[in-house]
């Protein structure tokens, strides 16, 4: 027997060291860590293992339900869906938790910001450090020269950056959150209709003149709004946490052998 594949068997059921390894294609590890995707494998075959087991107990019969248009699950994926559906205990999300979450994190209940920009670049590599220096010390003294004449921005665009938006003068049409490097978009955040960022701005991409030509703040959306969709989320925390719970339960009444699902993958041998 392969010390790094043992052999395990869940209640008497033996789960083969092949079939592990098969699955262990599904989880992700280091490269010199093989052992960590082989231990989440076997963990999860066992889990699995567990619940067929249980619908043979609980005489459930299979009934494959549509997951989308062109795939249906198999037979053992409704077995496994029918006992959690039926043996978990879910408590019901309220109305209360969903204004607690809300209340507590209107930040994220915004419509998103979106910028309407125009920049000059200055391609250099992060490591070229001396050509670094060259291009903040030409971006500084354009961005005096465009604060003197505003007009000229779009010229020193044309003759001066590296981006494509160049022929547009500079402009990147609409953007938002997340479209750019976070840089960039903190400079975006912060500038207000009109205004020219009166320092460059570093980023991987090289060093960058940013003007704001447009900009539209995000708005507060009402509870109203974005209740179901905070009701959905919190159901889908309380239903991972119950299957939690409810595998765990199996696996501490369970006679698993070849396998300590106890301790941390960190542990497995290599």
Same mark, same amino acid.
């Given at each position: 027997?392969? %010390?790094?594949? $043992?052999?395990?068997?869940?209640?008497?059921?033996?789960? $083969?060291?092949?079939?592990?390894? @098969?699955?262990?294609?599904?989880?992700?590890?280091?490269?010199?860590?093989?052992?960590?995707?082989?231990?989440?494998?076997?963990?999860?075959?066992?889990?699995?293992?567990?619940?067929?087991?249980?619908?043979?107990?609980?005489?459930?019969?299979? @009934? %494959?339900?549509?997951?989308?248009?062109?795939?249906?699950?198999?037979?053992?994926?409704?077995?496994?869906?029918?006992?959690?559906?039926?043996?978990?205990?879910?408590?019901?999300?309220?109305?209360?938790?969903?204004?607690?979450?809300?209340?507590?994190?209107?930040?994220?209940?915004?419509? $998103?910001?979106?910028?309407? $920009?125009?920049h000059i670049l200055f391609a250099v590599k992060p490591e070229d450090k001396d050509a670094r220096k060259i291009a903040k010390k030409n971006a500084e003294a354009f961005i005096a020269t465009i604060q003197k004449t505003p007009k000229v921005f779009a010229d020193i665009a044309r003759t001066n950056s590296d981006c494509q938006s160049k022929d547009a003068g500079g402009t990147l049409g609409q953007i938002g959150a997340g479209d750019t490097v976070a840089e960039f978009e903190a400079v975006l955040d912060i500038l207000a209709a009109g205004d020219l960022h009166p320092e460059p701005v570093e980023t991987r991409f090289g060093i960058h003149i940013i003007r704001m030509d447009e900009k539209v703040e995000g708005k507060q959306l009402p509870f109203d709004a974005v209740k179901h969709q905070i009701m959905e989320k919190l159901e889908q925390v309380a239903w991972a946490k119950a299957a939690q719970t409810y595998t765990q339960d199996l696996v501490n009444n369970a006679d698993v052998k070849g396998i300590d699902l106890n301790k941390p993958i960190q542990t497995t041998a290599q």
């Open positions: 027997m392969n %010390p790094l594949m $043992p052999e395990i068997t869940v209640n008497g059921e033996l789960i $083969p060291s092949a079939a592990i390894a @098969d699955e262990a294609q599904n989880h992700n590890a280091p490269k010199d860590k093989p052992g960590w995707a082989w231990k989440a494998a076997a963990r999860a075959m066992v889990i699995r293992a567990l619940l067929l087991q249980e619908a043979g107990r609980l005489g459930l019969k299979p @009934d %494959p339900q549509m997951l989308a248009s062109d795939k249906q699950e198999t037979e053992d994926e409704s077995l496994i869906r029918s006992v959690l559906e039926n043996q978990m205990n879910i408590p019901a999300v309220s109305a209360t938790e969903c204004q607690f979450i809300y209340d507590s994190r209107k930040e994220i209940f915004r419509t $998103p910001n979106l910028f309407q $920009p125009a």
